[in-house]
C-alpha cells in the first residue's frame, strides 16, 4: 500500500507522485525513470530508487 509515501506525496502535495497514484502506476518504477533517466527501468533500479526514496523520507 506504500503508505508511508502516499502520506508524503499528500503532504507536500507532490505533482508526480499524486499523478501516479491517481492513474494506478508502479510509484517505485515511474521514480525509477527519473532518477536513471530511462523509460523502461530494470528490476534492479526500480529497487534502488525504492530504496533511495524510502531513505529519503
Known sequence: SQLELR??????????????????????????KGLFRTDDPTDGQRKLAKIFVFGGI
Open 7 to 32: 502520506l508524503a506525496a499528500w503532504f507536500y502535495q507532490d505533482p508526480p507522485l499524486l499523478e501516479a497514484y491517481e492513474n494506478d502506476l508502479d510509484v517505485h518504477r515511474e521514480n525509477a
